[in-house]
């Protein structure tokens, strides 16, 4: 099946630095692809919806100037967490869409802010 | 937003027994897929019903869609410890077209 990746898998920051994870489709272009942050224990909650070459669209309460999202090509999508502080600890999880509709995970990120 | 609930929140089976998880959603669908998680992992995709399909197998999964009901069912027949994961039903709702709402789950146990 189609692989995303996705970069660092863990990554540990202090308050008020900024990270950014890397989502890669490997071996199908994906003109979208869409970001997701769980928490212990809950469901997938859809952050954004990143389209290749504009500007992403991001959900409710979810704030675009802190969420940085850049859809460079159509194999790559980034998410910057800016000014992380410690509630922005998560597992963030990217998605891919393939053309025939079916979405394909990355094994997430696992975010701690200290 | 979540798009509906799954039902059962967990399920915990003897090996070798069936599952059945069970989702329902609010509103029309371009299609509905199952997904698994283990801890701590990302998702992997099962299947992918579309809103004209009413059944589909794959290998020892089964799923049900009945769109008038707006609910589908994910039976695993003959349960393996490896199928120990959450589950999740997610949708593509055909007013938001690209993006998928998940339900909250179901984390389920097969027990050796």
């Known amino acids: 099946g189609a692989v995303v990746s996705q970069h660092p898998s863990r990554v540990i920051c202090k308050s008020g630095t900024s990270v950014k994870i890397e989502c890669r489709s490997l071996?199908?272009?994906?003109?979208?692809m869409f970001w997701y942050r769980q928490f212990p224990k809950q469901s997938l909650m859809l952050m954004a919806t990143s389209n290749e070459g504009s500007k992403a669209t991001y959900e409710q309460g979810v704030e675009k100037d802190k969420f940085l999202i850049n859809h460079a090509s159509l194999t790559l999508s980034t998410l910057t967490v800016t000014s992380a502080h410690p509630e922005d600890s998560s597992f963030y999880i990217c998605s891919a869409r393939s053309q025939s509709y079916e979405q394909y995970f990355g094994p997430g990120t696992r975010l701690t802010v200290t | 937003s979540q798009q509906g609930e799954e039902d059962p929140q967990a399920l915990s089976i003897q090996e070798g027994e069936n599952a059945t998880m069970n989702c329902s959603y609010k509103?029309?669908?371009?299609?509905l897929q199952w997904y698994r998680q283990n801890s701590g992992r990302g998702l992997v995709h099962l299947i992918l019903i579309r809103s004209n399909e009413r059944e589909k197998h794959s290998g020892r999964l089964r799923v049900t869609l009945d769109t008038s009901k707006k609910s589908s069912s994910l039976l695993i027949t003959a349960s393996r410890a490896a199928d120990t994961a959450s589950y999740f039903c997610?949708?593509?709702?055909?007013?938001?077209?690209?993006?998928?709402?998940f339900g909250q789950g179901t984390r389920l146990t097969i027990n050796p």
């Open positions: 997610a949708t593509d709702d055909r007013q938001g077209a690209q993006k998928l709402v």
């Open positions: 071996d199908f272009q994906a003109t979208t």
């Open positions: 509103t029309s669908i371009n299609n």
